[in-house]
């Protein structure tokens, strides 16, 4: 069989993130958090996502990217076309032995990579980064940093380094094309995964298994289970994690909180599910929620303020019938659950996806819940989950 590296689009926009590096006065940027990793080089590999310091991107403002990475991890390089091609290899000796006569023709490639690389290879991740700066005369820059401390690891004193986990932010919350077709997957998983689990629960013993059946679900959809809050009348969603052995009864309302991956993109998603008729009070509260997340999602613009879509809820569901209403948080969704810098006076951009968390909690009367995914549109949004916001009824 032919060896064919796969061509894929690149998920960053290195553009925008060079300009986002001017305008914080930042020479380069050192990301070593798997999503970080993941968005710049294309790297996926599990010693990537389980094991800390297998890769690194130094991401220069002008010139040649570096990817710094370990043997193992070369072999995402196998697989695909790299969007970074100048590597630095860490290794200590040798990790894959290659003493067959007859080797694949992705093996072969994998061993003239390695041995390529291998007479300049650095024993820690610390000093391939050192070398990579020296090699573009960067070992006196102004050096943005997604783990502050790492900083301090490196064998270079005259580093000046900066915070840029919002820098990156910044720029990974506006979604490429790429970005936006595994985010439109992931809502859509998760939300079948989450509703298919919660119409189980009269015939599920606890919400544990609740819990399980949407684990397996989401899993069974290539999708991957971060968590699944809920709380009932009794038991308010402050306190979900605590009374998972709960064994749910007939007339009671839960709130549904899902969140999950698809090809490490997030899902997010929140309903209230009624086993039941439900009561006057849950009805009527839920409709003005309702209410206010039509005011949120009609308010979400380019360059409208999170806190302007966040009080038009707010100001919604109040005037609906629901005054003691409080919570409400937009935020952007993406490779991070909350996927904007966490600054002051954020705003809503053309193709960030966001998400209008709607949110009750009352101890003594339960937790209500509604959030839906959607793209922001300068022509007008797009829904990425199904925007059905009615009340879960389970027969």
């Known amino acids: ?3 064919v590296r796969r061509r894929l689009e690149p998920l960053a926009d290195y553009e925008r993130l060079r300009a986002a590096l001017r305008r914080h006065k930042l020479d380069a940027v050192i990301c070593s958090l798997p999503h970080n990793v993941h968005y710049l080089a294309g790297i996926d590999s599990p010693p990537l996502w389980h094991f800390p310091g297998y890769a690194h991107v130094l991401f220069p403002a002008e010139g040649t ?11 995402s390089l196998a697989e695909m076309e790299p969007w970074i091609p100048e590597v630095y290899l860490v290794s200590r000796g040798e990790v894959i032995l290659y003493l067959a006569e007859e080797l694949l023709e992705s093996e072969r490639y994998l061993r003239q990579l390695r041995d390529a690389l291998a ?6 991740p610390f000093e391939a980064l050192a070398k990579a700066l020296r090699d573009r005369r960067l070992t006196a820059g102004r050096i943005g940093f997604d783990e502050p401390g790492l900083a301090g690891r490196l064998p270079l004193e005259t580093l000046q380094p900066f915070d840029a986990t919002d820098v990156l932010r910044s720029v990974r919350m506006i979604k490429t094309a790429p970005e936006i077709v595994r985010l439109r997957q992931a809502a859509r998983i ?8 919660v119409r189980l629960i009269p015939f599920l013993p ?22 699944l809050l809920t709380g009932s009348p009794h038991h308010t969603g402050t306190f979900q994690h605590q009374f998972r052995d709960y064994a749910p009864a007939r007339g009671e ?3 549904v909180d899902a969140l999950g991956t698809w090809q490490h993109y997030h899902g997010d998603f929140g309903r209230t599910a009624v086993w039941g008729v439900p009561e006057r009070t849950v009805h009527q509260r839920f409709a003005a929620m309702q209410r206010g997340f039509e005011a949120g999602y009609a308010a979400a613009r380019p360059g409208v303020p999170f806190a302007t879509i966040a009080e038009a809820v707010r100001e919604t569901t109040r005037r609906e019938g629901f005054p003691e209403f409080v919570a409400c948080t937009p935020h952007s969704v993406g490779l991070e659950h909350t996927d904007n810098p966490r600054t002051p006076g954020q705003v809503a951009h053309h193709n960030m996806t966001m998400n209008i968390d709607i949110v009750y909690m009352e101890a003594g009367f339960g937790a209500l819940h509604l959030e839906d995914t959607f793209l922001v549109r300068q022509e007008g949004n797009e829904l990425l989950t199904s925007g059905n916001t009615e009340l879960v009824l389970i027969a």
């Open 1 to 3: 069989m032919t060896f």
């Open 65 to 75: 990217p570096a990817l710094v990475c370990s043997v193992l991890t070369l072999n």
């Open 119 to 124: 007479p300049e290879a650095s024993p820690t």
């Open 190 to 197: 998760n939300e079948e995964a989450a509703l298919e689990a």
């Open 206 to 227: 606890t919400i544990e298994e609740v819990v399980a059946r949407y684990r397996a679900a989401i899993a069974l959809r290539g999708g991957e289970a971060k968590y």
């Open 253 to 255: 309302f839960f709130m």
